[in-house]
């Protein structure tokens, strides 16, 4: 069977080439539009179908050189760092801190479900955390960014359960949202039954202008410079402090990320509360999602699906699991915490949206939820200001104590 090896150089424009396919086919086919389902994972996943389909007829092999994998994966996880502003989240009030705690109780609960069941079906419980929040709360990012540790502990597959995780996760938390947050309005009779009846809300004018479209910046060369400049020195840095915590707690195993993500967090802060500097954050969100594209792509399409042959029943169980625990968490935990009525069902559709998969889908569940009903505006507050700003943060620093303690 033929080997091609691919350089760093090679390895990148083929990810490239794969985004900008995966960016098409989103735009013509409407189930990856309606799923939220990410460019670089459309276009990366259906490449490593076809790498897995000339794998196994022997056709050929491919391998590729991921250095910039891992630059980028640095640089995404960076840049999540510089949105840990604890003045944002002050502002934000008592709302936004009660979704946070209850946030981070759905990762601690995924990552319990998870190992719990995998030790009872038999499978390393490690394999069984690449179910949990790395894939359902964390996303294809975090997926793709914390299988490697995993891998390196001698765990074959993580990749590729992560990953597969983390699509299910996405459709389902679309499925889903919507659904609930509609049961919890009928049955607790949230709005009355006179509005629901006889009232058609105009959701266009009843949503905030700068919901709908945010004021398009005019491009500023110099700042995105300094945000590029800002990310590479909390990268440098923080690669210091990631060796320091590492001879400090050996037996910790961190990835390689923490250090940069923690560094950017005080960057951000000291900006939001000193004259020392100023954080361009507008342009580094902008860099956030370029190094996330393509980090991702590539993380895609280097799946090797041959490893999911043997745990596919396993894997379908542990899914399975995760589906009951969020309906379940969301119904008598989320919604009851957030107030029991309208605002809280509204964040339950949210909720679901990124506690299964990303905050683009909890955006989307919210707002198919709110074009039936009404506009709810602390749910629009608080779900993306969790789910885009902390909630990544938090979720890797609770995934690595979960992986040292059972490594």
Same mark, same amino acid.
């Given at each position: 069977?033929?080997?091609?090896?691919?350089?760093?150089?090679?390895?990148?424009?083929?990810?490239?080439?794969?985004?900008?396919?995966?960016?098409?086919?989103?735009?013509?086919?409407?189930?990856?539009?309606?799923?939220?389902?990410?460019?670089?994972?459309?276009?990366?996943?259906?490449?490593?179908?076809?790498?897995?389909?000339?794998?196994?007829?022997?056709?050929?092999?491919?391998?590729?050189?991921?250095?910039?994998?891992?630059?980028?994966?640095?640089?995404?996880?960076?840049?999540?760092?510089?949105?840990?502003?604890?003045?944002?989240?002050?502002?934000?009030?008592?709302?936004?801190?009660?979704?946070?705690?209850?946030?981070?109780?759905?990762? *601690?609960?995924?990552?319990?479900?998870? !190992?719990?069941?995998?030790?009872? =079906?038999? #499978?390393?419980? %490690? $394999?069984?955390? @690449?179910?949990?929040?790395?894939?359902?709360?964390?996303?294809?990012?975090?997926?793709?960014?914390?299988?490697?540790?995993?891998?390196?502990?001698?765990?074959?597959?993580?990749?590729?359960?992560?990953?597969?995780?983390?699509?299910?996760?996405?459709?389902?938390?679309?499925?889903?949202?919507?659904?609930?947050?509609?049961?919890?309005?009928?049955?607790?009779?949230?709005?009355?039954?006179?509005?629901?009846?006889?009232?058609?809300?105009?959701?266009?004018?009843?949503?905030?202008?700068?919901?709908?479209?945010?004021?398009?910046?005019?491009?500023?060369?110099?700042?995105?410079?300094?945000?590029?400049? *800002?990310?590479?020195?909390?990268?440098? !840095?923080?690669?210091?402090?990631? =060796?320091? #915590?590492?001879? %400090? $707690?050996?037996? @910790?195993?961190?990835?390689?990320?923490?250090?940069?993500?923690?560094?950017?967090?005080?960057?951000?802060?000291?900006?939001?509360?000193?004259?020392?500097?100023?954080?361009?954050?507008?342009?580094?969100?902008?860099?956030?999602?370029?190094?996330?594209?393509?980090?991702?792509?590539?993380?895609?399409?280097?799946?090797?699906?041959?490893?999911?042959?043997?745990?596919?029943?396993?894997?379908?169980?542990?899914?399975?699991?995760?589906?009951?625990?969020?309906?379940?968490?969301?119904?008598?935990?989320?919604?009851?915490?957030?107030?029991?009525?309208?605002?809280?069902?509204?964040?339950?559709?949210?909720?679901?949206?990124?506690?299964?998969?990303?905050?683009?889908?909890?955006?989307?569940?919210?707002?198919?939820?709110?074009?039936?009903?009404?506009?709810?505006?602390?749910?629009?507050?608080?779900?993306?200001?969790?789910?885009?700003?902390?909630?990544?943060?938090?979720?890797?620093?609770?995934?690595?104590?979960?992986?040292?303690?059972?490594?």
């Amino acid at each position: 069977m033929f080997e091609l090896k691919m350089d760093m150089i090679q390895t990148i424009s083929l990810s490239v080439i794969l985004l900008i396919i995966g960016m098409r086919l989103r735009t013509k086919i409407k189930f990856f539009e309606k799923y939220c389902i990410p460019s670089p994972v459309i276009g990366g996943f259906l490449f490593s179908i076809i790498a897995f389909i000339l794998r196994q007829t022997n056709i050929i092999t491919i391998k590729f050189e991921t250095t910039l994998q891992t630059f980028f994966m640095v640089m995404f996880f960076t840049s999540v760092g510089f949105n840990a502003s604890l003045k944002v989240l002050k502002k934000g009030g008592k709302k936004v801190l009660i979704f946070l705690f209850l946030a981070i109780g759905l990762c *601690f609960a995924q990552n319990v479900v998870a !190992i719990f069941l995998s030790q009872l =079906i038999g #499978i390393n419980p %490690l $394999l069984g955390l @690449m179910t949990g929040s790395t894939p359902m709360t964390g996303g294809h990012g975090t997926s793709a960014a914390i299988a490697p540790t995993i891998e390196a502990l001698g765990i074959k597959g993580a990749g590729t359960v992560a990953i597969a995780s983390a699509t299910f996760g996405l459709i389902a938390g679309s499925m889903m949202g919507g659904p609930i947050a509609n049961k919890l309005i009928l049955k607790h009779k949230l709005l009355g039954n006179e509005t629901l009846l006889h009232e058609k809300h105009d959701y266009n004018s009843d949503i905030d202008e700068n919901v709908l479209k945010k004021p398009e910046p005019a491009l500023n060369a110099e700042r995105f410079s300094m945000a590029f400049f *800002f990310i590479l020195i909390a990268m440098g !840095i923080g690669s210091y402090l990631s =060796i320091f #915590i590492t001879k %400090l $707690l050996p037996a @910790m195993n961190f990835p390689i990320y923490i250090g940069p993500m923690i560094i950017a967090a005080i960057m951000r802060n000291i900006s939001d509360n000193s004259e020392m500097f100023t954080a361009p954050t507008r342009e580094i969100s902008v860099l956030e999602d370029v190094s996330l594209n393509l980090f991702l792509a590539m993380a895609l399409m280097s799946l090797k699906l041959w490893e999911l042959i043997d745990l596919a029943i396993p894997m379908l169980i542990l899914l399975v699991a995760q589906v009951v625990l969020i309906y379940l968490y969301l119904n008598f935990i989320t919604f009851k915490a957030m107030g029991s009525d309208y605002d809280a069902a509204v964040i339950v559709s949210g909720h679901c949206g990124f506690g299964l998969g990303a905050t683009p889908n909890g955006i989307s569940n919210m707002k198919s939820v709110c074009e039936k009903y009404k506009y709810s505006k602390i749910a629009f507050f608080v779900v993306p200001v969790v789910g885009a700003l902390f909630i990544d943060f938090a979720n890797v620093s609770l995934i690595t104590l979960f992986i040292s303690f059972f490594k």
